[in-house]
């Protein structure tokens, strides 16, 4: 299995980032996706997830900002990422699978200037 994040960068507050997560070897529809960040000093932490039946929750953090969303079809999973504050800068992980065996992948870093 593999996973392959995309889309982080630098933005100014209040700017936008879409992150994506292309896996291979594993089928999305029957398994959990998630979204984590961990910045600096600080414990991985989970800001969105999808469910197996496609049900979706939010970190109190971002909800209203953020979006996840996924394409089977694509196997790829989606974070729209909108109203960033400089508090959302972390490295961001994409997380696939069911318990108890699930995968990681590299990380992308998001960077929000103030």
């Known amino acids: 299995v593999q996973l392959q994040a995309s889309g982080g960068g630098l933005v100014q507050a209040g700017g936008s980032l879409r992150l994506s997560c292309a896996a291979s070897g594993i089928i999305f529809r029957i398994n959990r996706t998630g979204w984590y960040r961990q910045a600096p000093g600080k414990q991985r932490e989970l800001v969105a997830e999808?469910?197996?039946?496609?049900?979706?929750n939010y970190a109190d953090s971002v909800k209203g900002r953020f979006t996840s969303s996924r394409d089977n079809a694509k196997n790829t999973v989606y974070l729209q990422m909108n109203s960033l504050k400089p508090e959302d800068t972390a490295v961001y992980y994409c997380?696939?699978?069911?318990?108890?065996?699930?995968?990681w992948g590299q990380g992308t870093q998001v960077t929000v200037s103030s």
């Open positions: 997380k696939v699978g069911t318990a108890p065996t699930f995968y």
């Open positions: 999808i469910t197996i039946g496609g049900s979706t």
